[in-house]
């Protein structure tokens, strides 16, 4: 199994809906508290270079920073404080979404207000800062940057080592960071294009309609059925064949006998890493064969299932 379809992160944030911005930031937190208790010289490190030497603390001071999410003040709700006794940094964290109304301004005028001698604005974002009406912050970074200090991190213990690469992995899994480009590139692109025309083939043997065939940065695949069925795979996840039906009410899970509900979404996955499966080592034929019984027994049983009363 990659390390991407062991992250716990990954599978817990499929179960945060619309929750991009906060996941991220908790998560970040998350691992950067833990570096700060356990090893001390990694998280002062991760500190200062987050906030550009603004908090410069010995690895003997690291009990001295507390670093929070999610602190609400009169002005808003910054994503992310780093506080220790003589400084106040804010972390503004934005994945995809845009800045709020003045919401650095407002960030900024808390910070002077706080009492604190040594405060800080930073702005911590996936795409780069341009054209930004409200850019009070005094420091801008980009979450890649921070994924590449954790990565090269140096942690005494395997268990530091494994929450860092939790979070890396995560992040590069949701695509805010990234690996250099290697040469299987050129065969992974014709795999992909491979793929998708199977799954059409085995749709058209199976007599089912396409509705729309889209792909994004996470995801490439076929609605169905109006859109209200997905038969494709997430670029996190790239061994998984997944088939999603979409309903207007809460699937009883405990009626559930194929695949796996989340409430009002039913997911099947056919993983083509399976020993048992042997995807790779069939013929193109029997992987169409596959394919097709895998979209067949996944688009009859959707008409199967049971909702909550």
Same mark, same amino acid.
């Given at each position: 199994?990659?390390?991407?379809?062991?992250?716990?992160?990954?599978?817990?944030?499929?179960?945060?809906?619309?929750?991009?911005?906060?996941? !991220?930031?908790?998560?970040?937190?998350?691992?950067?508290?833990?570096?700060?208790?356990?090893?001390?010289?990694?998280?002062?490190?991760?500190?200062?270079?987050?906030?550009?030497?603004?908090?410069?603390?010995?690895?003997?001071?690291?009990?001295?920073?507390? !670093?929070?999410?999610?602190?609400?003040?009169?002005?808003?709700?910054?994503?992310?404080? !780093?506080?220790?006794?003589?400084?106040?940094?804010? *972390?503004?964290?934005?994945?995809?979404?845009?800045?709020?109304?003045?919401?650095?301004?407002?960030?900024k005028n808390d910070l002077l207000q706080s009492g604190f001698s040594n405060t800080l604005l930073?702005?911590?974002?996936?795409?780069?800062?341009?054209?930004?009406?409200?850019? /009070?912050?005094?420091?801008?970074?980009?979450?890649?940057? *921070?994924?590449?200090?954790?990565?090269?991190? *140096?942690?005494?213990?395997?268990?530091?080592?494994?929450?860092?690469?939790?979070?890396?992995?995560?992040?590069?899994?949701?695509?805010?960071?990234?690996?250099?480009?290697?040469?299987?590139?050129?065969?992974?692109?014709? /795999?992909?294009?491979?793929?998708?025309?199977?799954?059409?083939?085995?749709?058209?043997?199976?007599?089912?309609?396409?509705?729309?065939?889209?792909?994004? *940065?996470?995801?490439?695949?076929?609605?169905?059925?109006?859109?209200?069925?997905?038969?494709?795979?997430?670029?996190?996840?790239?061994?998984?064949?997944?088939?999603?039906?979409?309903y207007k009410q809460e699937i009883n899970p405990d009626e559930i006998k194929l695949g796996e509900?989340?409430?009002?979404?039913?997911?099947?996955?056919?993983?083509?890493? /399976?020993?048992?499966?042997?995807?790779?080592?069939?013929?193109?034929?029997?992987?169409?064969?596959?394919?097709?019984?895998?979209?067949?027994e996944s688009w009859n049983y959707k008409n199967k299932i049971k909702f909550n009363k």
């Amino acid at each position: 199994m990659s390390a991407e379809n062991n992250n716990l992160l990954l599978k817990l944030h499929n179960l945060a809906h619309r929750q991009e911005e906060n996941f !991220i930031s908790d998560a970040f937190v998350h691992t950067a508290s833990y570096l700060l208790e356990n090893e001390p010289k990694c998280g002062v490190e991760i500190v200062r270079l987050l906030t550009n030497s603004f908090v410069d603390h010995k690895a003997q001071q690291a009990d001295q920073i507390q !670093i929070t999410t999610q602190v609400t003040n009169k002005y808003g709700r910054p994503d992310i404080v !780093i506080k220790t006794l003589t400084h106040l940094v804010y *972390v503004e964290v934005k994945a995809e979404s845009g800045l709020g109304h003045k919401q650095l301004t407002r960030y900024k005028n808390d910070l002077l207000q706080s009492g604190f001698s040594n405060t800080l604005l930073v702005l911590l974002t996936r795409y780069p800062v341009e054209n930004i009406n409200d850019n /009070s912050s005094d420091f801008s970074i980009r979450w890649y940057q *921070v994924v590449d200090w954790l990565e090269q991190s *140096v942690c005494s213990d395997k268990v530091s080592r494994y929450v860092v690469n939790q979070f890396v992995n995560f992040a590069k899994g949701r695509g805010i960071a990234m690996d250099k480009v290697e040469w299987q590139l050129i065969e992974g692109s014709k /795999s992909l294009i491979n793929m998708l025309s199977m799954i059409n083939e085995a749709l058209a043997a199976l007599k089912i309609k396409i509705y729309q065939r889209r792909g994004t *940065v996470d995801w490439n695949g076929f609605y169905l059925d109006s859109g209200k069925c997905f038969i494709g795979f997430y670029y996190s996840e790239p061994n998984f064949l997944q088939f999603e039906a979409y309903y207007k009410q809460e699937i009883n899970p405990d009626e559930i006998k194929l695949g796996e509900a989340n409430g009002e979404q039913w997911i099947n996955k056919l993983d083509l890493l /399976s020993e048992d499966l042997y995807f790779f080592s069939r013929s193109k034929v029997s992987q169409l064969k596959c394919i097709e019984q895998f979209i067949k027994e996944s688009w009859n049983y959707k008409n199967k299932i049971k909702f909550n009363k």
